[in-house]
């Protein structure tokens, strides 16, 4: 069975032949999605559809959690 993921540009790339899109891929049993950046593609985040649904929704409406301070730790 082939497990190799299959990678998809975002539609809001900017469509130009450099690395500067958000790629996404799908997994089966159990069902995952994994998102990267096209220029780091041996990091990536994996997460279920519900939790990226959620979050996304949040962003769309503004309740997402939002950062107000810049804080560097050391």
């Known amino acids: 069975m082939d ?4 990678w998809q540009k975002s539609t809001f790339s900017d469509g130009g ?14 069902a995952a ?5 096209s220029d780091t593609p041996d990091t ?3 997460t279920t559809p519900v939790a990226l649904a959620h979050l996304l929704a949040g962003i769309r409406t503004g ?8 804080k560097t730790f050391f």
């Open 3 to 6: 497990h190799t993921l299959r």
């Open 17 to 30: 032949n450099g690395n500067t899109c958000v790629e996404l891929a799908a997994s089966a049993a159990p």
């Open 33 to 37: 999605l994994h998102l990267r950046e």
């Open 44 to 46: 990536a985040l994996k």
């Open 63 to 70: 309740l997402a959690p939002q950062r107000t301070t810049s």
